[in-house]
């Protein structure tokens, strides 16, 4: 029941911070398709020619190969430890717990351009060139909070009772991981991969430290062309990053839930 | 709830060992570091004097971008409150089919490329952006306005990349809040506002206030906004970290920035911890 007299205002309200917050990218994805030089409107018809320059831009497909490999690599590198770390958080109680999850979650509250700088100064005291690892341990680190909260916040779901029981039923540990946990842990395992893999994607303040010429991801890319102004090139490709990180979740949602209903017959 | 001496800290070792020597060690490093010389050439000399900070403080430039950034971050934070209570609200009030799919629209920002989301104010801010255009032909105004370039288009960005963290943590806030406490007061005699202010209000408090810190450190270390939509006069302390560091190669004076921004937010942050407790900013995140 709605008695609150207001509440038309802000439903109103509600829908202006919607379409304020979507009018730019719908703008973006609009302006893509734009033939016109500059990329701005009005709309002078409709063209994929932005995105045919695109696909014959060497360097911006170099960058988006460099930011596939970069995102997979941090996705699977960072579940194999984020995975147990959420583990021994939901699954046991030890002294200190309550800090070192605080510690683990801490690289969220430090600005993006200190954990640039002081991984940077590191390697650099360690004499060691940037190079690609140094990208990939630095994307660990970024994202490994996020993984930490998706993956800890999806294990709690997951109830003792059904290992002990398989256990009690005369499987034997490794059994049991693998037809039980492995099974119930799958859906953890994979939101976590999709969400680093896409802060990895998107990351621009501490990648513009930490990569070089040669291991540009697109984002640092994007940022380098925006020197000179907007063009409607970057647009078609803001375009396609949106669309590529916006499906991917929704397309893993779809699957996870084919997945689930296979695995509950 | 197992306990165990030893299966937990194997568990937690990987994860351990990657945040002590890629964010621990580091992050100390250069609070060490900010302390060394400069060398005119060659590698940096290792001492401990204050120089560096000597330097920031020397004149009013550098203090003046601290003091930039702290006022940006509070304005971003009052308007993220402003254009944020109010669509919580809805979300915690709204009995709408439609509520999972706003929901997911609040959260999609987050799976949008930063730099995109940021860029895209250009569109919407520059001369031949939208707003122009459309005031133009609609003959209100001759020539485009000047909008971009300015503190106002660095907030607009801000507002946008951080607006979505203040709605879910107020909106994860007010979902707790048993929906029979206002129902108690109304049929108590009180109006529809005062049970609003009475009731509603102080028990979303908790997420109000992780909203504003974690949206106050967000924006105290931000880059992107200030650089892409703000003008020369619109840099905030990651500018100048970064021209430091990047363009001028002054490390010990770049690490010294560095130090004074972490110590600025981790007063704060230790401060509201002390008081409030930190752990209801990681709620909203999950």
């Known amino acids: 029941m709605k008695f609150f007299s207001g509440w038309s205002l802000i439903r109103t309200y509600t829908l202006l911070v919607y379409i304020w917050m979507f009018t730019p990218i719908v703008a973006v994805v609009l302006l893509s398709f734009n033939p016109q030089q500059f990329g701005s409107f009005p709309m002078e018809g409709f063209s994929l020619k932005w995105y045919i320059r695109l696909a014959h831009n060497a360097t911006i497909l170099g960058a988006f190969k460099n930011s596939l490999v970069l995102g997979s690599l941090t996705a699977i590198l960072v579940t194999a430890i984020g995975i147990p770390a959420a583990l021994a958080f939901v699954r046991y109680d030890f002294p200190g717990k309550e800090t070192l999850n605080t510690l683990l979650l801490a690289p969220i509250m430090i600005p993006e351009v200190v954990l640039g700088v002081a991984l940077l100064l590191f390697i650099r005291w360690l004499q060691q060139p940037k190079s690609f690892a140094l990208l990939l341990i630095g994307h660990v680190v970024l994202t490994l909070p996020y993984v930490l909260l998706v993956v800890q916040a999806r294990l709690v779901g997951i109830k003792r009772e059904y290992e002990e029981a398989a256990l009690s039923l005369g499987a034997n540990p490794f059994q049991t991981f693998r037809e039980i946990t492995l099974p119930l842990l799958a859906p953890a395992v994979f939101a976590g991969m999709l969400f680093a893999f896409t802060i990895s994607f998107d990351d621009v303040t501490a990648t513009l430290f930490w990569a070089t010429a040669r291991n540009q991801t697109v984002p640092v890319k994007i940022f380098g062309m925006l020197r000179n102004s907007i063009s409607p090139e970057i647009n078609a490709l803001g375009a396609v990053m949106i669309v590529l990180t916006v499906s991917l979740p929704l397309v893993a949602g779809y699957v996870l839930r084919k997945f689930a209903r296979g695995a509950g017959k | ?286």
Request: overall charge positive; hydrophobic content about 50%.
């Open chain 2, 1 to 286: 709830m197992k306990k165990s001496s030893w299966k937990p800290w194997a568990l937690l070792s990987p994860s351990l060992t990657a945040v002590f020597f890629l964010m621990v060690i580091p992050v100390c490093f250069v609070v060490v570091y900010s302390f060394w010389l400069r060398a005119p050439t060659g590698s940096d000399i290792p001492a401990f004097q204050f120089g560096n900070y000597a330097k920031f403080f020397a004149d009013f430039f550098y203090p003046s971008l601290l003091i930039r950034t702290i006022r940006v971050a509070l304005e971003t934070v009052a308007l993220c409150l402003v254009m944020g209570y109010i669509p919580a609200y809805f979300f915690y009030r709204t009995e709408s089919k439609l509520k999972p799919l706003l929901m997911i629209l609040i959260m999609l920002p987050f799976w949008i490329s930063f730099i995109i989301r940021t860029l895209s104010w250009i569109n919407i801010l520059g001369d031949s952006g939208l707003i122009n255009h459309v005031l133009i032909k609609l003959g209100i105004i001759a020539s485009p306005l000047p909008m971009l370039y300015n503190e106002a288009a660095v907030l607009m960005g801000l507002l946008q990349y951080l607006l979505p963290f203040m709605i879910l943590n107020i909106y994860v806030s007010l979902d707790g809040i048993d929906k029979s406490l206002t129902e108690a007061a109304t049929s108590l005699g009180c109006t529809e506002w005062q049970a609003f202010k009475e009731v509603t209000l102080p028990l979303s408090l908790p997420g109000v206030s992780a909203g504003c810190l974690l949206v106050f450190v967000l924006t105290c270390g931000t880059y992107l906004p200030p650089m892409i939509l703000g003008g020369p006069g619109n840099d905030m302390i990651a500018n100048l970290i970064f021209k430091r560091i990047i363009g001028t190669l002054d490390w010990p004076f770049g690490s010294a920035i560095s130090t004074i921004l972490i110590g600025l937010l981790g007063v704060i942050v230790y401060t509201y911890n002390r008081y409030l407790g930190i752990n209801q900013i990681f709620k909203s995140l999950k």
